[in-house]
């Protein structure tokens, strides 16, 4: 926690536990990861959606040496990564009091590259089982050349936050004889039926595949 990680608007939905920051970046799938790109006259921020792992106190992102983000982020620039993750529409009597219910970690500071190879190697298992867990004991070691030609970068979580809203509809006293219906639609990820490849058609889905799940709120689409 640092004075810019400080909540200033509704501190009271702060969340300093460190077991509930990491709760969130492990049911987390995508991060938002911004940054300024470019130098004077041609700076500007930009936000790109990747994926990233926790392991400890450190977050991993990966992708090619060319991703200008990645570049970038690895020359010094400092990065911000939020992940957020989306538990309910609260619906009120009137429109000022809708909200979202939500769990959300930002995070601060400057990402360096990983060039040890074991950890590299171990940071891309870690983002393979991030993202399906159970999943890296399935498929082929990864090649060296894949690993030389993967950047990787190390965030630490030293300067994080996390905000969360749990609760229903807080509507003004002077609405609550409204007839509208308020409450809550629960929001999770929703996932389908998995669609084998034609290598793979007729053969048993694994475990990790049948049962991949993400979340208390996971809708799950996939027939009985
Ligand atoms: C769910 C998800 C997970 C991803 N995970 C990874 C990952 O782990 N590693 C990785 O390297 N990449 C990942 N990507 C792709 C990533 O978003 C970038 O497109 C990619 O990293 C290239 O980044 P760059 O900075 O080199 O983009 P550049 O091509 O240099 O960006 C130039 C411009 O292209 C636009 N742009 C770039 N990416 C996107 C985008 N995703 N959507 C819309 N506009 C875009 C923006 O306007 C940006 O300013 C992921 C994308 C998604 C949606």
Redesign the pocket.
Known sequence: MSERTTLQRKPERAVDDRGAIHAVLDEGL?AHVGLVAGEGGVAHP?V????YARDGDVLY????P?????RTAKAGVEVCVTVTLLDALVLARSGLHHSMNYRSVVVMGTATEVTDHETKVAALDRLVEHTIPGRSAQIRPAHDIEVKGTTVLVLPLDQCSMKARAAGPVDDPDDLDEPSWAGLIPVGVAVGEPEPDEGSTGNPVPGHVAFWSRGPGQVNGRAG
């Open positions: 995508m930009v790109i959606p990747m994926l992102l990966h992708g090619s060319a991703s200008r983000l990645l």
